[in-house]
């Protein structure tokens, strides 16, 4: 638990297993929407694998240049840019390999009812100011991070205040609420949207899940207030760096959480017979 770099090693090695789960859900997610016959299967998969690595490569790259420029002990060196970009190589070969066979053993789920794709139904315009795509995602993210705001201290205190981070067991509860909160509201919402003849529910669900990272860095920034004396372009940089990631990971956590749990509930819904 006290050893320098461990978790960053194990949340890299990690995701870089997982590429392999990674690819078959992203070929299984991709053909519920198309065919086999649409060549943008290879943008999905590289998007899936490109994404989240290049974003956090540049903030990183950019923070390495920053400690370079001020002599810091903390920069990267080029041998470890060496090794993380073969494991990144490392993780697209298992990409690749998830998604042929997603693609390979994807069984076409028929419609749970008719569609009718020569007519669009429009959305009402007369709605309540909260229903407004923009402002009902945000509004679903407060329920989320209320059940983990408290534990969000003790993590930040680990992460800047070098206090040591124990409870693990704890923290895994939390994550087990997060991800039960945050498939139940999202799915209320989701109701609640086609409840009110609103039939953009997909995009909705992500970002309606995704949104408690703008609490997370929100927080974050109230943390950086109070609670730490950091001051200066480095250690302004660094800590807000490291947040964004942080609150990244989060957005696309929760937000596959959000998704995948509306998917299953709207497909339930519209599976159910009616005399």
């Known amino acids: 638990y006290d050893t320098r770099g461990t978790i960053i090693t194990s949340c890299v090695t990690t ?3 997982t590429a392999l789960v ?3 859900f992203s070929a299984q997610t991709f053909l519920s929407y198309t065919n086999k016959d649409d060549p943008d299967w290879k943008k999905a998969m590289a998007l899936t694998g490109i994404l989240f690595p290049s974003i956090g490569f540049i903030v990183t790259f950019c923070l390495n240049l920053l400690s370079v420029s001020y002599a810091a002990t903390n920069a990267v060196s080029f041998g470890t840019y060496c090794v993380m970009i073969l494991i ?3 993780s697209l070969v298992l990409l690749f390999i998830g998604t042929l066979v997603g693609r390979s053993t994807y069984n076409n789920l028929p419609h749970p009812c008719k569609v009718n794709d020569k007519f669009i139904y429009p959305i009402p315009s007369d709605r309540a100011w909260y229903m407004n795509p923009i402002i009902f995602c945000i509004l679903v993210g407060v329920l989320p991070f209320g059940s983990i ?3 969000m201290y003790y993590i930040f205190n680990s992460f800047w205040n070098y ?7 704890f923290m895994l509860l939390v994550f087990i609420i997060l991800t039960i909160v945050t498939a139940c509201v999202t799915i209320v919402s989701t109701y609640i949207l086609l409840n009110a003849e609103d039939r ?6 992500i970002f309606s899940g995704g949104s408690t ?3 997370v860095f929100a927080y974050s920034t109230f943390y950086f207030i109070t609670k730490t004396q950091m001051t200066g372009i480095f250690q302004t940089s660094f800590y807000f760096g490291y947040m964004f990631l942080f609150s990244l990971t989060i957005f696309f956590m929760c937000a596959t959480i959000g998704y995948v749990a509306t998917s299953i509930f709207v497909r339930r819904i519209y599976n159910d017979k009616f005399d």
């Open 22 to 24: 990674s690819g078959y």
């Open 149 to 151: 705001f408290i534990e």
């Open 213 to 215: 990272a703008l609490y």
């Open 163 to 169: 206090k040591f981070y124990y409870v693990y067991g």
């Open 88 to 90: 990144w190589v490392f």
């Open 200 to 205: 953009r529910w997909k995009w909705v669900s």
């Open 15 to 17: 995701w870089a297993v």
